[in-house]
């Protein structure tokens, strides 16, 4: 799973990135850095199985760029192609005086800006694919699907509200990469004060549907955070009165938002969480662990962590029937724990 990193110059985008994902970046104009998507449930266990190794899932953040010399200034074309290579955009938003930018910190005009931007790129790519295929006479659900689009773009609505379907998104055709329709996290980023200031209540609540959030941080006090030793940090956010950073926070919005699960796979070897889109069967899961798995898939063997908690041992849970075998069509469930058998 790749998000983008991306806003207008002065709003803090390189501080949120530091903060999301500690120790990336390098020498590249576009930078990429990994970050493990927290899991109690792993960590549970990989204690209880007293585990040799434990994988978490993982995000890759990118941090694509900026846009214009000001805010609502135009994104260049290499920052446009990389937003368009992630599979989930955060605008970063600027919440704090910075005297490096002219005008006053405005999130409702920078979000606005930052919409109507991609939607304006969306419109004009596909005004001129409907002239081109009219003009060709061409017919189909290449070109219905383009109009429906267009239209509704034509109402200021990007497309990640038009509820596309997978099939809408053939019909549409291979190759079009549409920014509007990438799901899109808003993210705040607040100075110190505006973080504990009682007006800002509202930026503070962390809102999701099923193609865009909202939520906030103060990106400043994240980065020190990040960059602090593990114990240190818990000493630090227990000093604020808080339970764990804002980011991860942040990390399991993004993993919600873009509709991706956990199942478990534990053992003495390893204890580790593999993200599958949800919806997805057992088969096709299994196909996430090794290919040979989904090829000689023969049948599932779940639990729940939440029962072994409560039981204890896995032969309890067998005897008290929460130990379920389920077939190559069974539909994954976030946190299921899984033993695959198969042949080949």
């Known amino acids: 799973m790749r998000v983008g990193i991306c806003g207008y110059p002065g709003s803090g985008?390189?501080?949120?990135?530091?903060?999301?994902?500690?120790?990336?970046?390098?020498?590249?104009?576009?930078?990429?850095?990994s970050i493990?998507?927290?899991?109690?449930?792993?960590?549970?266990?990989?204690?209880?199985f007293h585990t040799k190794k434990k994988t978490l899932a993982e995000i890759t953040f990118v941090d694509v760029?900026?846009?214009?010399?000001?805010?609502?200034?135009?994104?260049?074309?290499?920052?446009?192609?990389?937003?368009?290579?992630v599979d989930a955009l955060v605008d970063v938003v600027r919440g704090f005086e910075n005297p490096m930018v002219a005008a006053a910190p405005d999130p409702v005009r920078d979000e606005r800006a930052f919409d109507d931007?991609?939607?304006?790129?969306?419109?004009?790519?596909?005004?001129?694919?409907?002239?081109?295929?009219?003009?060709?006479?061409?017919?189909?659900?290449?070109?219905?699907?383009?109009?429906?689009?267009?239209?509704?773009?034509?109402?200021?609505?990007?497309?990640?509200?038009?509820?596309?379907?997978?099939?809408?998104?053939?019909?549409?055709?291979?190759?079009?990469?549409?920014?509007?329709?990438t799901p899109l996290i808003t993210?705040?980023?607040?100075?110190?004060?505006?973080?504990?200031?009682?007006?800002?209540?509202?930026?503070?609540?962390v809102q999701v549907d099923a193609t865009s959030a909202h939520l906030a941080l103060c990106g400043a006090i994240e980065a020190d955070i990040a960059a602090m030793p593990e114990a240190e940090q818990k000493d630090f956010l227990e000093a604020l009165g808080?339970?764990?950073?804002?980011?991860?926070?942040?990390?399991?919005?993004?993993?919600?938002?873009l509709d991706y699960i956990s199942f478990l796979t534990a053992g003495e070897d390893e204890c580790r969480a593999w993200n599958i889109r949800r919806g997805t069967v057992a088969r096709k899961a299994a196909g996430k662990v090794h290919s040979d798995i989904e090829r000689g898939f023969i049948r599932a063997e779940i639990y729940?962590?939440?029962?072994?908690?409560?039981?204890?041992?896995?032969?309890?849970?067998?005897?008290?029937?929460?130990?379920?075998?389920?077939?190559?069509?069974?539909?994954?469930?976030?946190g299921d724990v899984v033993n695959f058998r198969f042949n080949v």
């Open 242 to 257: 808080l339970g764990e950073p804002a980011r991860n926070v942040f990390i399991k919005t993004a993993y919600r938002m």
């Open 13 to 33: 985008k390189s501080t949120i990135f530091r903060a999301l994902a500690p120790g990336a970046g390098g020498d590249r104009e576009i930078a990429y850095g």
């Open 304 to 334: 729940r962590p939440e029962d072994l908690k409560a039981l204890g041992t896995e032969a309890a849970l067998k005897s008290a029937g929460k130990l379920r075998v389920e077939g190559k069509d069974y539909v994954m469930q976030d």
């Open 117 to 181: 931007e991609l939607l304006l790129m969306d419109l004009g790519l596909l005004e001129k694919r409907v002239e081109r295929m009219t003009k060709e006479r061409k017919t189909g659900p290449e070109l219905e699907m383009s109009k429906k689009c267009l239209a509704h773009l034509e109402k200021g609505e990007p497309l990640r509200t038009m509820g596309l379907t997978e099939d809408d998104r053939k019909n549409l055709g291979q190759g079009v990469q549409l920014l509007s329709m």
């Open 65 to 85: 760029g900026a846009g214009g010399a000001k805010s609502g200034g135009a994104f260049p074309p290499e920052v446009i192609q990389a937003m368009r290579n």
């Open 36 to 48: 493990k998507v927290p899991d109690e449930r792993v960590e549970y266990l990989s204690t209880l």
């Open 187 to 205: 993210l705040y980023n607040l100075s110190e004060q505006a973080w504990n200031d009682a007006a800002n209540a509202k930026l503070k609540e």
